[in-house]
């Protein structure tokens, strides 16, 4: 395993579990672990799946909602 690779698995948890702690509204780490990985993530088809899979992943636990789809595209 490449250290971008293991960089992005360390970024999915941080991602995911910020948004399964209790924060202040509209204040989680998933759009900082976005940019991060598009900067420190050579791998584009990695840099992109860091935010898609800690959204997914945290989205499980949670559970799906009726504007996920929104969030998603946004993202």
Same mark, same amino acid.
């Given at each position: 395993?490449?250290?971008?690779?293991?960089?992005?698995?360390?970024?999915?948890?941080?991602?995911?579990?910020?948004?399964?702690?209790?924060?202040?509204p509209?204040?989680?780490?998933?759009?900082?672990?976005?940019?991060?990985?598009?900067?420190?993530?050579?791998?584009? !088809?990695?840099?992109?799946?860091?935010?898609?899979?800690?959204?997914?992943?945290?989205?499980?636990?949670?559970? !799906?909602?009726?504007?996920?789809?929104?969030?998603?595209?946004?993202?």
């Amino acid at each position: 395993m490449q250290n971008s690779e293991k960089l992005a698995v360390v970024l999915v948890v941080i991602g995911a579990s910020s948004r399964l702690i209790h924060l202040p509204p509209n204040i989680a780490a998933v759009m900082g672990v976005t940019l991060f990985a598009g900067f420190a993530i050579r791998r584009l !088809w990695l840099a992109l799946l860091v935010p898609v899979a800690a959204m997914t992943l945290a989205d499980l636990v949670l559970g !799906w909602y009726s504007s996920v789809v929104f969030t998603y595209v946004g993202m």
